[in-house]
């Protein structure tokens, strides 16, 4: 009874090809742990997000129907309240979320329902205090966000 003996060209064959399978290996598995570091990373970040995100959306609404109620010409005692809401809304929590074409069509509206000096912001004054510390603080979310 004769047993099959590879030949060298036959060893070396199998053991590049074993070679190439724990290559593969090793390959697979560092994209499986690179795609597990990514995924966690950006679940994170949508996590800390989400509550940012919820709160932008609800006072974009909410800007956008305190404009529309002011340019639909209501009644002077809504005008009022509405308009008290409207620079809550210019000055303090919509300057933390607002990007810079909401800011713009703010300032679009502003200027067109009050007078254009009551729209722009003085740093030397309250309302620049507060629109700052608005700013500031959105800047520090976002930042730590990064980091």
């Not at 590049?16 to 994170?44: E, K, M, N, P």
């Not at 005008?79 to 008290?84: F, K, Y």
């Not at 502003?110 to 620049?128: M, P, V, W, Y």
């Amino acid at each position: 009874m004769s047993f099959w003996r590879p030949t060298t060209g036959t060893q070396r064959t199998v053991k590049f090809w074993l070679d190439c399978a724990q290559s593969l290996t090793i390959v697979l598995a560092l994209g499986a742990a690179l795609f597990s570091y990514w995924t966690y990373w950006d679940t994170r970040t949508r996590e800390l997000r989400k509550p940012y995100d919820e709160k932008k959306l609800a006072l974009y609404l909410e800007a956008a129907r305190v404009a529309a109620h002011l340019t639909a010409s209501p009644t002077a005692q809504d005008a009022a309240q509405t308009g008290i809401r409207f620079w809550e809304l210019y000055w303090g929590e919509l300057a933390f979320v607002e990007s810079r074409e909401i800011a713009g069509g703010m300032v679009a509206i502003c200027e067109k329902l009050f007078a254009k000096e009551r729209c722009h912001q003085n740093t030397d004054s309250n309302i620049g205090s507060a629109i700052s510390l608005s700013h500031q603080a959105s800047r520090e979310i976002r930042d730590s966000w990064i980091h």
